[in-house]
């Protein structure tokens, strides 16, 4: 099992930049894939992005692409999401996420049995 904690929301003007934090404890960190989601206020969970155990794979979601990076350090047990040229519409709770079901799609939160609480994300227009 997985504790996961994110850090590093806040309130960002638009086109402002933000790098949320996600520390993980328990088992081997490399050993899973790990991902990050959002909620919006009376919204479904949305996949923002993944990336593989090693770091070398990640995957966006289309509107995210070009402006949100994702990146981990193992050393650390940590995963990052860098957010830049944030819009409003960007507003919303962002959970991390650790990935065990290798076949399930990847961008479901079926793929991910272990969240974070999540970090609050607010942008102001």
């Known amino acids: 099992q997985v504790q996961l904690e994110e850090s590093g929301g806040g309130l960002v003007q638009a086109g402002g930049s933000l790098r949320l934090s996600c520390a993980a404890s328990?088992?081997?960190?490399?050993?899973?894939?790990m991902g990050w989601f959002r909620q919006a206020p009376g919204k479904e969970h949305e996949f923002v992005a993944t990336i593989s155990g090693s770091g070398s794979s990640t995957r966006y979601a289309d509107s995210m692409k070009g402006r949100f990076t994702i990146s981990r350090d193992n050393a650390k047990n940590t995963v990052y999401l860098q957010m830049s040229s944030l819009k409003p519409e960007d507003t919303a709770i962002y959970h991390c996420a650790a990935r065990t079901h290798m076949l399930v799609d990847p961008t479901t939160r079926a793929a991910y049995p272990y969240w974070g609480q999540g970090t609050q994300v607010t942008v102001s227009s």
């Open positions: 328990g088992r081997t960190f490399s050993s899973y894939a």
